[in-house]
């Protein structure tokens, strides 16, 4: 440990800190608006300047080294004035709109500003940029005119994602961020995973929200109303409301919508588990059969259009499984509807997911099983928030209430789908009991748990090691698939999330900010969520789920079955 003194007081700290870091280990947050560890760390913003004795000017307290003997300052008049000033300056070229902007009361600009008793945002009156709005893209809006510079957006797309479709246009005055020659991001190779919208501190990147019309379908009598939730919509809907992280809101949430008014409350879940058996089956055919390995999993939509994209000779290594997403939509608009005696035409699908890509997902062909898209609208987490608030729904005064049947009923397995290795877990339960005949005498596949960029194991089953890999992140999932293509790595069954952490860490999750991400990892305490509800089911392989084996005895047959197959799976392009 490093001894220094910060406002005077005696502070340890482990070497290779940097002055941020001590500080907050003695309880001082120091402000900071670029700095993202690991993914952004440029000391360009100067937000979080200090003052240290022998050093000539103010120190980027995140970048800077501690050293033994050092003594800082947090709090003097010059280093308060200083970042004041940075703030006004930011102001002077920032559209003011903060009463409607949609990250009011949760912007990283606006709480400095008031935690640094900025006085006069018009302090530095003068000319001011007036971008255009893109809204080229399917998932989000850039504005320009709210932007800070920080490059948080950039470094995330490049640094973590591996994409590098963003990046600083011209220079001085009118640098903008943006894409190559002015290109709107639906021109690019943009994925949508929507990174760069959970680490923007401010309204420059949010999804588009199309709330009102979820609303208009509500309201209409003619349409039945039907809502899905993602897995890990329920390990982070909570933050919204100021609950802690890692709380799980599955109930509280299930009884919001029902107040929002949908005609029933199902959950994505149910799909999860239809995924596993239709996936399973796939996988053991694969192998049985000499099919294309490995056999790499389809449910997030961010990474399928990476595929696609960057990895098209590898597309035929895609599971054809629809994402639990778009199997739920189909079987609403098929079996549902056909018990029910609803017109599928009728039926308004909404899902609610912690991902801006699946705002794009909707919209890929193939994606209709009744003639009708199986999706008609995809909200983020963040948009249920608004809908809760904005009707005035108190949503932390809530009992807790249950999905309904049958197409809310889901396994252990399902609920797993929202942190990285959870897919692969949920299928190994099912594709080993599957194999062997036998019950597993534990469901708990433990090495392809956690937070890990890229995971490994083998497991012998029936007399065959099977040699599975988890990524997420598509940095990482770059890696892996470049090791796959190179001969240097070999295996049976890949399981890619196209974000960091998986689910739990998606583009349309409540925003952290940097004060939190920096120091916590949100990853980590989401996903336990789901690992604890799953611990906690009576059932936890897919194929025990009740109203999965009534919907095959019932409609589809076995999994992989003709039916199933004009359902359930998909195409992709190269
Ligand atoms: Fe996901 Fe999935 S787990 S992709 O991360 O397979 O979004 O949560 O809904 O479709 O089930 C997201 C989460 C989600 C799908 C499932």
């Given at each position: 440990n490093i001894t220094l003194k910060i406002n005077g007081v005696e502070v340890k700290a482990p070497a290779g800190s940097t002055i941020l870091e001590a500080a907050r280990l003695a309880n001082i947050e120091i402000p900071t608006l670029c700095f993202l560890k690991d993914i952004n760390e440029i000391g360009a913003c100067r937000m979080c300047v200090c003052e240290v004795k022998g050093a000539r000017s103010l120190v980027a307290s995140c970048v800077y080294p501690i050293n033994e003997g050092m003594e800082v300052w947090t709090n003097t008049p010059k280093v308060l004035d200083s970042r004041k000033k940075t703030l006004e300056l930011i102001l002077s070229n920032h559209h003011r709109k903060c009463l409607s902007c949609v990250r009011s009361g949760d912007c990283e600009l606006q709480k400095l500003c008031k935690d640094l008793k900025v006085e006069n945002e018009d302090m530095y009156e003068g000319e001011m940029q007036d971008f255009d709005i893109d809204d080229s893209a399917a998932h989000m809006i850039r504005d320009n005119n709210k932007c800070i510079l920080c490059r948080r957006c950039v470094a995330v797309c490049a640094n973590v994602q591996g994409i590098g479709v963003i990046g600083a246009n011209e220079r001085g005055f009118v640098t903008n961020i943006g894409s190559a020659f002015e290109m709107g991001l639906g021109e690019t190779s943009c994925v949508s995973c929507g990174q760069c919208i959970a680490v923007c501190p401010t309204g420059a990147l949010r999804e588009k929200d199309f709330t009102d019309d979820v609303f208009a379908a509500l309201a209409d009598p003619k349409k039945h109303v039907l809502v899905q939730t993602a897995p890990a919509v329920r390990a982070a809907l909570g933050e919204a409301f100021g609950l802690p992280i890692g709380t799980n809101v599955e109930g509280k949430m299930a009884a919001s919508l029902r107040r929002l008014g949908f005609d029933k409350v199902f959950d994505t879940d149910f799909s999860a588990d239809l995924t596993i058996m239709?996936?399973?089956?796939?996988?053991?055919?694969?192998?049985?059969?000499?099919?294309?390995?490995?056999?790499?999993?389809?449910?997030?939509?961010?990474?399928?259009?990476?595929?696609?994209?960057?990895?098209?000779?590898?597309?035929?290594?895609?599971?054809?499984?629809?994402?639990?997403?778009?199997?739920?939509?189909?079987?609403?608009?098929?079996?549902?509807?056909?018990?029910?005696?609803?017109?599928?035409?009728?039926?308004?699908?909404?899902?609610?997911?912690?991902?801006?890509?699946?705002?794009?997902?909707?919209?890929?062909?193939?994606?209709?099983?009744?003639?009708?898209?199986?999706?008609?609208?995809?909200?983020?987490?963040?948009?249920?928030?608004?809908?809760?608030?904005?009707?005035?729904?108190?949503?932390?005064?809530?009992?807790?209430?249950?999905?309904?049947?049958?197409?809310?009923?889901?396994?252990?397995?399902?609920?797993?789908?929202?942190?990285?290795?959870?897919?692969?877990?949920?299928?190994?339960?099912?594709?080993?009991?599957?194999?062997?005949?036998?019950?597993?005498?534990?469901?708990?596949?433990?090495?392809?748990?956690?937070?890990?960029?890229?995971?490994?194991?083998t497991y012998n089953v029936a007399g065959m090691d099977v040699k599975v890999a988890v990524a997420s992140g598509l940095g990482n999932a770059r890696e892996l698939l470049t090791k796959?293509?190179?001969?240097?790595?070999?295996?049976?069954?890949?399981?890619?999330?196209?974000?960091?952490?998986?689910?739990?860490?998606?583009?349309?999750?409540?925003?952290?900010?940097?004060?939190?991400?920096?120091?916590?990892?949100?990853?980590?305490?989401?996903?336990?969520?789901?690992?604890?509800?799953?611990?906690?089911?009576?059932?936890?392989?897919?194929?025990?789920?009740?109203?999965?084996?009534?919907?095959?005895?019932?409609?589809?047959?076995?999994?992989?079955?003709?039916?199933?197959?004009?359902?359930?799976?998909?195409?992709?392009?190269?």
């Open positions: 239709e996936e399973a089956h796939e996988f053991l055919d694969r192998v049985q059969n000499g099919g294309v390995l490995p056999l790499i999993t389809s449910c997030s939509p961010g990474w399928i259009k990476y595929c696609e994209h960057y990895f098209p000779d590898m597309t035929e290594n895609l599971s054809s499984c629809k994402s639990p997403q778009q199997m739920f939509g189909a079987i609403a608009k098929t079996y549902y509807a056909e018990k029910m005696g609803i017109d599928p035409k009728d039926i308004v699908m909404v899902s609610v997911m912690p991902c801006t890509a699946k705002k794009f997902e909707i919209g890929r062909d193939d994606q209709d099983a009744a003639g009708v898209p199986d999706v008609d609208i995809a909200i983020t987490t963040r948009e249920l928030a608004r809908m809760i608030e904005r009707t005035g729904i108190r949503f932390l005064d809530l009992p807790d209430e249950d999905f309904d049947e049958p197409l809310g009923l889901s396994t252990g397995a399902a609920v797993i789908f929202g942190a990285t290795g959870g897919v692969m877990e949920a299928a190994l339960r099912t594709a080993v009991e599957t194999l062997t005949g036998e019950e597993l005498a534990s469901v708990d596949f433990t090495d392809v748990r956690g937070t890990k960029g890229i995971k490994e194991a796959v293509k190179n001969g240097e790595a070999d295996y049976h069954f890949i399981e890619i999330m196209g974000c960091p952490g998986g689910c739990v860490n998606g583009g349309g999750q409540p925003q952290q900010p940097a004060s939190v991400r920096n120091f916590t990892d949100i990853r980590k305490l989401r996903a336990k969520v789901l690992y604890d509800a799953d611990a906690g089911k009576p059932i936890r392989k897919s194929h025990e789920n009740p109203a999965i084996k009534q919907l095959y005895a019932e409609y589809l047959g076995e999994p992989g079955s003709h039916k199933a197959h004009e359902i359930l799976h998909t195409s992709y392009v190269k």
